[in-house]
């Protein structure tokens, strides 16, 4: 029913559409949003659009495999909003959509994100390090914009297999 968009899939690079509609059918949604992300390598985050849904719906959860540091736990932000950003960090991405590839990507350290639930209630986070990379990430899809747009350098590409 869905299946997962890969580069250079257009639909990849789409503004997606703001959810106005808390109903069964987006709850329906978040089930193959979150079975996708459990699926894919890592499974740090997923956002709507790389399932083929142009709505601003992205999941993360960062306490999943290695990734050990501090973190929410699983996070579902639906209309997920950027309101401070603090600091620079480098780190290493990628993506599961771009297939095979990493590269480092600077990133705010720390930011403030004000979302809303299932249910449309609205809350506030505080994330840092590992994690608020992961929900910039995230939210850049939202906006059709991928991780390799952003890279330091295309020389900086790595195959994953090199890792
Ligand atoms: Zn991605």
Redesign the pocket.
Known sequence: MYELLIVPDARLRQKSLPVTQFDAKLNDFVQHLEAAMLDGMGGV???AP?LGLLQRIVMVDCSLGRHKNKNHGRLLMINPEIVTYDGEALGREG????PEWVGTVPRARRITVRYQDLQGQFHEVVSKAFEARVMQ??ID?LDGI??IDRIISTKDMLRRMDI
């Open positions: 985050g997923i956002a790389q993506c599961l959509s771009v990430h995230e899809h991928l991780f």
